[in-house]
C-alpha cells in the first residue's frame, strides 16, 4: 500500500518562497500520476499540480509561473517548488498518488502553508 509524507510547510511572507516535499513509501512513479493539492478554510480542495508517469506536467491557473512540480526518483520524492507567494495560497497543501491502472487514490497527511506579514 502507498505512503505518502510531506514535509516542508511553514510561515512565509509574502514574495518569499517554500519547497515542499512529498516522500512516498516506494518507486510509484512510473504507475501513478503524482498532485499536489490545496484547501483553504471554508473552501473545497483544490487542484494546484500534477505530473504524469512520464513528467508531463499541468498546473492551475492561479500558480502557473509560480510553483513548479518536480520529482527525484531515487529518493522516491514529489517537490513543489512555490515563489512569489501571496496570501491567498495560503492552505494546507496535500500530496496525492493516482495509480494509472486501478485509479486507487492515496492522500497524504497535509502541510500548512501560511502566507503573512
Known amino acids: 500500500q502507498v505512503q505518502l509524507v510531506e514535509s516542508g510547510g511553514g510561515l512565509v511572507q509574502p514574495g518569499g518562497s517554500l519547497r515542499l516535499s512529498c516522500a512516498a513509501s516506494?518507486?510509484?512513479?512510473?504507475?501513478?500520476?503524482m498532485g499536489w493539492y490545496r484547501q483553504a478554510p471554508g473552501k473545497q480542495r483544490e487542484l494546484v499540480a500534477v505530473?504524469?508517469?512520464?513528467?508531463?506536467?499541468n498546473y492551475a491557473g492561479s500558480v502557473k509561473g509560480r510553483f513548479t512540480i518536480s520529482r527525484d526518483n531515487a529518493k522516491n520524492t514529489v517537490y513543489l517548488q512555490m515563489n512569489s507567494l501571496k496570501p491567498e495560497d495560503t492552505a494546507v497543501y496535500y500530496c496525492?498518488?493516482?495509480?494509472?491502472?486501478?485509479?486507487?487514490?492515496?492522500w497524504g497527511q497535509g502541510t500548512q502553508v501560511t502566507v503573512s506579514s
Open positions: 505530473m504524469a508517469s512520464g513528467r508531463s506536467t
Open positions: 516506494g518507486s510509484i512513479f512510473s504507475t501513478h500520476f
Open positions: 496525492n498518488a493516482r495509480n494509472v491502472f486501478s485509479s486507487q487514490i492515496t
